[in-house]
């Protein structure tokens, strides 16, 4: 079976801070995607990125930057300098490669930045 | 633009009662998908779709209905079965390749009065 978590339930910090959200998972496939979504107040989740298995690569976009880490099972997303606008609830997905694209969700880390 | 429209955006329903949430899309993408979000919790799978005309129950399927007669759209029923359905629920879609990710509507948030 297939598992996301997301300990950190809330998070508060103010502008301009670093800011990380953990998230750990659980699979017994050896190929898989990792996704991160963002979820604003307006509901709807935006996609921030999708991390096949194989690539362990970091990546950075912008003021986002994401940690895999295989050996740990971890794919942790820091953002850097926060704004408020970054405020929102951060979702971290978890699906197999192959078959119905199903996702795995964590429980959600709820990200406050205070002006 | 293309995109995943729900609607309503809130509803309310009463006890015993069935209502029925819309999902349309017109990305031309083949699969769809039904999530429920309670507070607190992830994104929880009520029903999928890859095809017209099939669909496959999630991980909490009970109490729930859907159809796919068309591509565009996939509608879901919350049936009186359903103890709990206040929540907020989500559609999506997906390609069919491997390499892409879901696109979110912006959901509907569902009330029993």
Known sequence: AQKVTQ??????VVEKEDVTLDCVYETRDTTYYLF???????????????????????????????NFQ???SSFNFTITASQVVDSAVYFCALRKIQGAQKLVFGQGTRLTINP | DGGITQSPKYLFRKEGQNVTLSCEQNLNHDAMYW???DPGQGLRLIYYSQIVNDFQKGDIAEGYSVS????ESFPLTVTSAQKNPTAFYLCASTALRSDTEAFFGQGTRLTVV
Not at chain 1, 7 to 12: K, P
Not at chain 1, 42 to 66: A, K, M, P, T
């Open chain 1, 36 to 66: 991160w979504y963002k979820q604003p107040p307006s509901g709807e989740l935006v996609f921030l990125i999708r991390r096949n298995s194989f690539d362990e690569q970091n990546e950075i976009s912008g003021r986002y930057s994401w």
């Open chain 2, 35 to 37: 999530y429920r979000q």
């Open chain 1, 7 to 12: 300990a950190q339930t809330e998070i508060s």
């Open chain 2, 68 to 71: 796919r007669e068309k591509k």
């Open chain 1, 70 to 72: 295989k050996s740990t």
